[in-house]
């Protein structure tokens, strides 16, 4: 195999993460005292970055325009380690965005996507990158992915017998992902995602661990509902659980699912058992929940253990 033969493929959004963050009271309808920080995002991009981070070989498949942002996306992305050589550069259009206003308590108060670009992401660039599939352990489709490309991905995934992952990133995002979800053999959702492609509401942990068991129930053979400050419900076709949040103060929430999804799929290939995949997962969202970057640069398996024991 060769050094950068993969062992999971990111297939998604790669933006810039626009993130104003309020430290008092927010004023609707006015501008408000506060700071303002640029990193480089998207949720495929994140969790490519986090996989890289703890030592995955990871590739990127993601459009990005030729502009300054879409080169700023592809140094900083390669720089942590994943391989960015698959990135489609596009001349149409301007590089995907991610507006965010967080509160003085690391709430977010609203958020804009603007993932136009991500239309490009076809079904031919996937094909095209079909020997990517041979050998990797794990594929993950985040669902700013068009749908039709999706389904490319479903059928090389069965071709090449490996393992999908869906983040189905928004609740407007998971609906149109409904009539395929049982396609993927995992799942990393928040609760209101959850309720989009089950068609019910998970607004508490026993809705969200009944929708889990429910997913499985339906063909799926992993399922993460993160409900934030109240932890994580799984479900698996082997067991059952729940990791309570571990309690920090929020600097910034974005990309701190990211890291959770990320850390379990790395626990996952690499045959950690769903429980402590979990835990780890829970562990690398609060050491980003404390972090300015949407990503910690700093991410290791050792700080990850360091975070559970402190």
């Excluded at 592809?74 to 990135?87: R, Y």
């Amino acid at each position: 195999m060769s050094e950068w033969a993969p062992e999971v493929v990111v297939i998604g959004a790669a933006c810039l993460d626009i993130k104003g963050r309020i430290p008092g009271q927010v004023h609707q309808g006015t501008s408000n005292p506060g700071n303002v920080r640029i990193t480089v995002g998207g949720v495929a991009r994140n969790i490519a970055e986090n996989l890289a981070r703890l030592g995955t070989r990871a590739t990127l498949l993601a459009v990005v325009a030729r502009d300054p942002f879409g080169h700023q996306i592809v140094k900083h992305t390669g720089a942590a380690g994943v391989d960015v050589s698959q990135v489609l550069f596009s001349r149409e259009q301007h590089s995907s965005a991610y507006l965010a206003v967080v509160d003085g308590e690391g709430s977010l108060t609203a958020a804009v996507d603007d993932t136009a670009l991500i239309s490009e992401l076809t079904a031919r660039y996937v094909y095209d990158r079909r020997r990517l599939f041979r050998g990797a352990r794990m594929v993950v489709v985040d669902a700013n992915t068009p749908v039709q490309t999706t389904e490319t991905v479903i059928r090389l995934a069965r071709t090449y017998n490996v393992p999908l992952c869906l983040d189905p990133v928004s609740f407007d995002l998971a609906q149109r992902y409904r009539d395929q979800v049982t396609n993927f053999q995992l799942l990393t959702c928040g609760g209101m995602e959850a309720g989009a492609l089950f068609g019910r509401p998970v607004t508490c942990r026993r809705e969200a661990a009944a929708v889990a068991r429910g997913l499985v129930a339906a063909g799926m053979s992993v399922v993460l509902i993160n409900l934030g400050p109240a932890g994580v419900v799984y479900a698996s076709t082997e067991n059952n659980g729940y990791a309570p949040a571990i309690q920090c103060e929020i600097v910034d929430p974005t990309g701190a699912a990211d890291a959770l999804t990320a850390t379990v799929i790395y626990g996952l290939v690499n045959g950690i058992s769903l429980d402590e995949a979990v835990w780890l997962g829970v562990s690398a969202a609060t050491l980003t929940l404390q972090s300015e970057e949407t990503v910690r640069c700093d991410l290791s398996l050792d700080l990850l253990y360091q975070q559970l024991v402190s």
